[in-house]
């Protein structure tokens, strides 16, 4: 186990490299394991990552979501990951003599994770055990394997023993760690906010949605479908872990400028009149012509008419909202309040509980604003307040104060760079202007005049709506497809190009088509 007879003993590179990688791997999956009692996100792997998030420019996260999309937080987490085991690499090769730089490293890893894990809005003092097991676990392990090895090295005759008890040991460890970091991941995604949310049965509305009409949709010729499935639904976040909130144990307090305090359970909003709304959501970091946008049927109880029961006091400016997690949100109270918007605290989605990824317990919706000043997800406090009092997550990040959804459409076919035949193409897509509503869309066949599409039938003001037009190209060979929307205010869409930070990006979406020759 010895690379060299002469001097003290020490470990080979192979083995002390084992040895960091395999301390790592206890501490995480010691500090995973007891998160999954005082709080999943406490774990230092997961605390940390959040903080990366948290920490990170708004261009860095903006890049991502355009980038990555939905995978955003796999890519950093698995980042991480890797990281972190060319730190233990390291720290087992500084520690070839002596463990006390790859012990070293382990507290110092173990302080980060510390921070990370204090700094959480969402976690109390009792989430530091996370962070105290992993040092614990990571230092422990590091020291035993590393005397292990030396003990091997030491009597070189007895080397070929020594290293089966080392690898054993190893083994053990391996698997010890394997099984701890399962049960955290298996005890923290099963504190039963699944089977809560299977408990709590059908939601059913004193009003419904209207029906959707069977032409609210030109999926058949490409478009989606109206309403979104559950599944599909875009997500777009900042937890790098899904909270697990049981209905039973979620509270909602709305407080500040009111005339009342109240603190509701979910069985207070429940027996309260419930609402079904047809709503289409979108995400601010939506680029021209992009996927994050989506419809579903929520339901739940009017906010407008829940903060009335607190008595909103004159003065309040914006509806302060925190989630399970810590993360805030600033919504105008004007636009809460304002008859006919429709905003809703959300229980219910597409027939269904709120899945748990899109908010359950309940989320805000508010029409006609994008999510980052209006959909808090996994919702618990509900403040009223000035503008000047408190300030939002994304507020503090260089984002507007207040973001009205923008009147965007998008070609959904033909596909950028596809090849179809000569003769009648049809494009289709979509358009949205929520709140206001679309009037018309027109397309345009590379530098030609605008034509006017047909569009699907209108369900609300609040939701999108697909549009069809069929061209004749027969000229073989690369064409462009642009469209552009006009909303019922009088409003088209402008031509300029906007990026997405601070408001929502603008501009006229197009793609590049070829037509098949022969």
């Known amino acids: 186990m010895s690379d060299s007879d002469a001097g003290p003993p020490r470990l080979s590179a192979a083995y002390a490299a084992l040895a960091g990688v395999l301390a790592l791997a206890a501490a995480l999956a010691a500090g995973h394991l007891v998160a999954a009692f005082v709080g999943r996100g406490a774990s230092p792997y997961l605390a940390v990552g959040n903080s990366a998030v948290d920490l990170s420019p708004p261009w860095l996260k903006d890049w991502a979501i355009r980038t990555l999309g939905t995978a955003d937080k796999l890519v950093l987490l698995s980042g991480m990951a890797v990281v972190l085991v060319m730190l233990a690499v390291a720290a087992g090769l500084l520690s070839r003599r002596s463990s006390l730089a790859g012990s070293i490293v382990v507290l110092v890893l173990a302080v980060v994770g510390g921070a990370a894990v204090f700094t959480r809005p969402d976690l109390g003092q009792l989430a530091l055990l996370a962070p105290t097991a992993s040092l614990l676990a990571g230092l422990a392990t590091f020291r035993w394997l590393h005397a292990r090895g030396l003990r091997a090295a030491e009597a070189p005759a007895l080397s070929s023993a020594d290293r089966r008890q080392f690898l054993i040991g190893a083994g053990v460890v391996a698997v010890g760690a394997g099984v701890a970091g399962l049960a955290g991941q298996l005890i923290g995604t099963t504190r039963d906010a699944e089977g809560s949310r299977v408990a709590v049965g059908p939601l059913n509305p004193v009003r419904t949605a209207p029906p959707i009409p069977a032409d609210a949709d030109f999926a058949k010729l490409g478009t989606p479908t109206f309403l979104t499935r559950n599944a599909d639904f875009y997500r777009i976040d900042t937890a790098l872990v899904v909270p697990q909130v049981r209905a039973e144990d979620w509270r909602l307090r709305i407080h500040g400028m009111v005339e009342r305090e109240l603190n509701l359970s979910y069985a207070d909003i429940r027996s309260r009149p419930l609402v079904e709304r047809t ?68 229980l219910g989605m597409n027939g269904e509980p709120l899945p748990l990824e899109h908010g359950f317990p309940a989320r805000m919706i508010v029409p006609g604003l994008y999510g980052y000043v209006s959909a808090t997800k996994w919702v618990t406090d509900l403040e009223l307040t000035s503008w000047e009092a408190r300030s939002a997550y994304w507020l503090r990040r260089g984002w507007a104060r207040e973001a009205p959804v923008k009147t965007q459409s998008r070609i959904d076919s033909p596909k950028g760079f596809a090849t179809v035949p000569a003769g009648r193409v049809v494009v289709a897509g979509i358009a949205w202007a929520q709140h206001t509503g679309i009037e018309k869309v027109e397309v345009r066949l590379d530098n030609g005049a605008w034509q006017e599409a047909e569009l699907s039938t209108v369900v609300n003001e609040d939701t999108w709506r697909m549009w069809q037009l069929a061209v004749d190209v027969t000229q073989p060979g690369t064409h462009q497809l642009t469209c552009r929307a006009t909303d019922r205010s009088g409003y088209t869409q402008t031509e300029q190009r906007a990026p997405v930070v601070p408001d929502g990006a603008t501009g006229w979406h197009s793609v590049v088509f070829t037509i098949a020759t022969g």
Do not use: Y
């Not at 979108?282 to 008595?311: K, Y």
């Open 279 to 346: 709503i289409t959501l979108c995400c601010v970091s939506n680029e021209v012509g992009g996927p994050l946008i989506s419809t579903a049927e929520f339901v739940g109880v009017d906010l407008a008419r829940l903060l009335g029961e607190a008595g909103v006091r004159p003065g309040a400016q914006q509806l302060f909202s925190t989630s399970a997690d810590g993360w805030t949100c600033g919504t105008p109270v004007e636009v809460v309040l304002e008859p006919g918007r429709g905003a809703l605290l959300a």
